[in-house]
């Protein structure tokens, strides 16, 4: 009905620099025609404001095909967001041996779009990982007097680690560079008996040299050799605090590209070897450095760090920012107790990997090439300089063939594989006239670039056809594209009323319906046109002043969460959000799973975060199941493309990438099973419904066993595990209760043999009682004395 088109066309017409006004710009109407000559109304204008009423102020913006049909097909002016590959150079295969022209990874390498707003377009980008591509090598290296071991056990590094690079490329430098820490308190000892030995007093190991920030040792060279002798010349110092100065001389290395030897045309690898935790920005306040890094290379001239104690440590998207422009792969080597904040560091420093180091450095070449050979398993696309007003796309196209939208990614690639992302751009608005913009889209890691030009096509063509002070003006404006731009004072759309003309007969012409307040109660009517109040909120337009940019649905206090402009109450979201206030990502990064799999195949992408729908399922990509099918079921793609060629995986390529860490083989024996339970097998196709034997299932006739775990199984019985649970407590209670009988028994034993023993060492007579006394006692007195001169000895008379 013509409500609907005229509903959904409003937000086209009424707004200031969103539509098509006197000015002819094209902003927002990327669905619309504009008709350039004058029509009957009857032919060529839709009613596009009065929503139904009978009166009409007609509108030359409409849907294409509504112009079409209504006889407008060779006056319609509705340009087309184009793009022109300015330069396409095809992809190499090779890398050493070429010129630094001649060596390309991606595809295209500059573009130029023509931006309609509203209308977007595409566009194909290809990037290969070159066969034999150079590759330098900065290794650096803590000297703090924790890694005296390591400093041991990597003396002869350079000709190991040549040996082994040299089987990846064929043209391989290396370079070599040390730091410890700041030389000032207190991240260092800077009393005057600690100068130029800070292991004065320390009795394990009593000499080592004076505390620096970063010095540059070996600028990259082919000559391994000298690396060797550089490292056998390297000793030990000694920092007062556990973090380590390492952002420092990261930067340093990453920003002094003269010095270190970087070359344009390898890829750059910087090994940064550790066995403590880094200082990082605001930590320098506690030595009293309050200016923040400024990113510049400070190397003097004996090639050491001459800012060390003026400048604070580097923040991370300071280093992220250094290491993206100079194209540098980081490798954190680090012991286990500190892997995991490293790990936390790479989310936040693109193109960073991290590894476990031994504490004895023993593992360091297994370990640089583990990360080289991840590194190169990867493409990540990056765009820099993106314009606020463009909105940007991505969709992966990875080695599997599949289409991945909202990923701008790929991994498990090897070298010589070709990838492909399709780039969606689309201009929100037009910025200032005359402007154009220019960003890089560029896979990280890579000196490759994508130089992406932009300009916008926000003119109609028609305005250099004007007529000054036209009759169809009345006299009082410029005629251009069908309509009147009019002279200052004057109004109306054939500039026919002069500003501030108002009466009865204009009122009803800037009311949206019968009954309603005029202009919406937001606007004065002026010569049957509203003219809207200006608000503090945001800005007021529309016909009948029924619209403004600030009544739009909220997240968390922000108008359209940030991520979408507000029409006429309604959020127009920017590219990669959805939702009624533009708070739902399309992205699907976050929703991979290790295996590459969406959610690991048990739920749906939702805003960027996975939404289980398997029950049981759980985990940040639903990678927790314990109750989903076991293996048999899980592995069915495996088992048809490796034993039979058949099913989702049959082309090897994606059989041998799905199914690299799977080993299937044929069980030949199958005379012990009973039929019935191998015909039972056989019927389900799979042993989703029947388990025969401990990780084998009977799969198209065939047994076949598997070297992983779970096993599959039929749904467990619940009155067996009842049983099995409850007698277990049984027997259990039974064996405590024999051991505690056990126990008693041997402790009353001991106890009847001691007294035993004590009774057969006691030295009387078994019938008489030893503390028995006779109640009764008997003394005798023995005493002489004279009476009368009569003697008495012992009586008395």
């Known amino acids: 009905s013509l409500g609907d088109v005229t509903s959904s066309l409003w937000l086209f017409w009424g707004k200031k620099n969103h539509v098509l006004t006197n000015g002819h710009t094209l902003q927002k109407a990327s669905l619309c025609g504009w008709i350039v000559t004058e029509r009957s109304p009857t032919q060529c204008f839709i009613v596009c404001c009065e929503f139904g009423s009978t009166k009409s102020i007609t509108s030359r913006c409409d849907f294409l095909q509504n112009l079409i049909a209504n006889g407008c097909a060779g006056a319609i002016e509705n340009p087309k967001s184009s793009i022109n590959v300015v330069k396409n150079v095809p992809l190499s295969s090779k890398g050493s041996g070429l010129t630094h022209s001649d060596v390309t990874q991606i595809m295209p390498q500059k573009i130029s779009l023509n931006l309609r707003p509203g209308d977007q377009t595409s566009f194909r980008v290809q990037v290969r990982q070159v066969e034999d591509y150079p590759v330098d090598l900065y290794y650096l290296m803590d000297l703090s007097l924790s890694m005296n071991d390591d400093l041991d056990n990597i003396r002869n590094l350079g000709t190991k680690l040549a040996e082994e690079m040299r089987k990846l490329t064929s043209n391989f430098r290396l370079g070599f560079g040390s730091f410890v820490d700041k030389n000032i308190s207190p991240f260092s000892y800077t009393a005057p008996r600690y100068q130029n030995n800070p292991c004065i007093g320390y009795k394990l190991f009593p000499n080592c040299v004076p505390s620096f920030g970063f010095r540059h040792l070996l600028s990259l060279t082919d000559k391994v050799d000298r690396f060797n002798e550089e490292v056998q010349k390297q000793k030990v110092s000694r920092n007062r605090d556990a973090p380590e100065g390492g952002f420092d001389a990261i930067l340093q290395a990453a920003v002094c590209k003269e010095k270190i030897g970087w070359r344009k045309e390898a890829s750059h690898l910087l090994v940064f070897t550790t066995d403590d935790v880094p200082h990082i920005a605001l930590d320098g306040k506690l030595g009293g450095l309050v200016q923040p890094h400024d990113g510049q290379c400070h190397l003097n001239e004996a090639n050491e760090y001459s800012a060390s104690s003026q400048l604070d440590y580097p923040s991370l998207a300071l280093l992220g920012e250094k290491l993206a422009e100079n194209n540098i792969h980081l490798i954190f080597a680090v012991t286990k107790s500190h892997y995991v904040l490293y790990k936390n560091f790479t989310a936040l420093i693109p193109g960073t990997t991290v590894e476990i180091l031994h504490k004895d450095s023993k593992n360091i070449i297994e370990l640089i090439v583990k990360a080289y050979n991840s590194i190169r398993s990867k493409v990540e696309l990056t765009v820099w300089d993106s314009p606020e007003d463009v909105g940007l796309s991505f969709t992966a196209t990875c080695q599997d063939g599949l289409s991945y939208p909202g990923l701008r990614k790929c991994g498990d690639l090897k070298i010589g594989d070709t990838v492909s992302f399709e780039v969606s751009v689309e201009a929100r608005s037009c910025p200032a006239e005359d402007t154009s913009h220019v960003f890089t889209i560029k896979p990280a890691g890579f000196r490759d670039t994508l130089e992406v030009v932009v300009t916008y096509n926000c003119i109609c063509g028609c305005t250099g056809q004007a007529e000054q002070e036209s009759s169809k003006c009345s006299g009082n404006g410029t005629y251009a594209c069908g309509l009147c731009e009019c002279d200052p004072g004057y109004l109306g759309a054939k500039c026919e009323c002069e500003e501030g003309a108002n009466g009865n007969m204009y009122h009803n012409m800037c ?99 996975c939404q289980c729908t398997e029950p049981g399922a759980f985990g940040e990509t639903c990678e927790k199941c314990p109750t989903c099918p076991g293996v048999c079921s899980t592995k069915r793609d495996c088992i048809e493309c490796k034993l039979f060629n058949s099913g989702r995986l049959a082309d090897n390529q994606t059989c041998q990438k799905h199914c690299k860490d799977e080993i299937i083989t044929p069980v030949d024996v199958l005379s012990k099973y009973a039929a019935a339970e191998l015909q039972k097998a056989v019927t389900s196709d799979c042993c989703t419904e029947r388990v025969l034997t401990t990780s084998r299932c009977i799969f198209k006739e065939k047994l076949v066993s598997f070297s992983f775990s779970p096993e599959c199984g039929s749904a467990p019985d619940v009155l067996t595990i009842l049983l099995v649970v409850g007698g277990s407590i049984l027997l259990i209670g039974i064996v405590l209760l024999a051991i505690w009988k056990l126990l008693v028994t041997i402790h009353d034993r001991r106890e009847f043999a001691r007294f035993q023993s004590e009774r057969s060492r006691a030295r009387y007579e078994m019938a008489s009682n030893p503390l028995y006394r006779k109640p009764i006692s008997t003394h005798s007195l023995d005493f002489t004395f004279n009476k009368l001169n009569k003697s008495y000895n012992g009586t008395v008379d």
Not at 552 to 561: D, I
């Open 511 to 609: 009311r949206e319906v019968e009954g309603k307040p005029i202009c919406s109660g937001r606007g004065e009517c002026s010569c049957n046109q509203c003219i809207c109040y200006e608000s503090e909120f945001g800005n007021i337009y529309g016909s009948f002043c029924e619209c403004d940019d600030f009544s739009c649905a909220r997240y968390k206090g922000v108008l359209c969460s940030g991520h979408g402009e507000c029409h006429c109450g309604e959020c127009k979201c920017h590219a990669g959000y959805i939702g009624d206030n533009c708070n739902c990502s399309t992205e699907t990064n976050s929703c991979v799973s290790n295996d590459g799999q969406m959610c690991s195949g048990r739920g749906n992408c939702v805003c960027g975060k």
